[in-house]
C-alpha cells in the first residue's frame, strides 16, 4: 500500500520556524516529484513547493521563496520542508504527495496542521 505521512506541524509564533516531514512507505520516494500543497481554512489547496525526482531541482511559489527549502533524504525515504519566518498567513493544513501538480497527484497524506499565532 503507498502511504506518505506527514510529521511536524504545530503552533508557531510569527517569526518561528517548523521542517516538515513527510515519509513514504510501500514506494520509493524518489522515483516521483514531490510536492508540498497546504489548504487553509476556507479556501482552497495550493501548492507551494516540489522537488523533482529526477536531479532535485526544487521549486517554490512566490509566496514562501525565501522562507520555506524543500529536500529529500533518499536514505530515510523522506522529504523535508523547512520553514523559516513564518507568517499567520501560511497557517494551514499542509500535505505532502507524490506528484506537484493538483489534478496529478498519486498519493497524498493525511496532512498536518500549521498554526502561526501569537
Known amino acids: 500500500q503507498l502511504q506518505l505521512v506527514e510529521s511536524g506541524g504545530g503552533l508557531v509564533q510569527p517569526g518561528g520556524s517548523l521542517r516538515l516531514s513527510c515519509a513514504a512507505s510501500g514506494f520509493t520516494l524518489d522515483y516521483y516529484h514531490i510536492g508540498w500543497f497546504r489548504q487553509a481554512p476556507g479556501k482552497e489547496r495550493e501548492g507551494v513547493s516540489c522537488i523533482s525526482s529526477s536531479d532535485g531541482s526544487t521549486y517554490y511559489e512566490h509566496f514562501v521563496k525565501g522562507r520555506f527549502t524543500i529536500s529529500r533524504d533518499n536514505a530515510k525515504n523522506t522529504v523535508y520542508l523547512q520553514m523559516n519566518s513564518l507568517k499567520p498567513e501560511d497557517t494551514a493544513v499542509y500535505y505532502c504527495?507524490?506528484?506537484?501538480?493538483?489534478?496529478?497527484?498519486?498519493?497524498w497524506g493525511q496532512g498536518t496542521l500549521v498554526t502561526v499565532s501569537s
Open positions: 504527495a507524490a506528484g506537484c501538480r493538483l489534478g496529478y497527484v498519486e498519493v
